[in-house]
Nanobody, 119 residues
Framework: QVQLVESGGGLVQPGGSLRLSCAVSGSDFVITSMGWYRQAPGKQRVLVAIISTSDGTNYADSVKGRFTISRDNAKNTGYLQMNSLNPEDTAVYYC?????????????WGQGTQVTVSS
């Protein structure tokens, strides 16, 4: 069984920073891409950032220059460094991982972590 566990969310003042982590546990898998999504109250879940096997990255326009996605393949962990946060960044943040396991492709999701930007 593969599980994704997120951590690092919380309450931060505007202009502050947070670092989210997404640890993938289990066995017999190879992670291809990892991504971060967010869902604000009353809105759809949207892509924030994604990182591929070759460490290529893509960001939503709203976070370019402020957020950085990275991964540590040895630890099967992904990260989202968020700087210059503003209230519009308030949402539940979800990580996902696309991976191969026993010859099949899967996408797994974490449980979500709340990020609240408020003074």
């Amino acid at each position: 069984q593969v599980q994704l566990v997120e951590s690092g969310g919380g309450l931060v003042q505007p202009g502050g920073s947070l670092r989210l982590s997404c640890a993938v546990s289990g066995s017999d898998f190879v992670i291809t891409s990892m991504g971060w999504y967010r869902q604000a109250p009353g809105k759809q879940r949207v892509l924030v950032a994604i990182i591929s096997t070759s460490d290529g990255t893509n960001y939503a326009d709203s976070v370019k220059g402020r957020f950085t996605i990275s991964r540590d393949n040895a630890k099967n962990t992904g990260y989202l460094q968020m700087n210059s946060l503003n209230p519009e960044d308030t949402a539940v943040y979800y990580c996902n991982a696309d991976l191969f396991r026993r010859g099949r492709a899967y996408r797994y999701w974490g449980q979500g972590t709340q990020v609240t930007v408020s003074s």
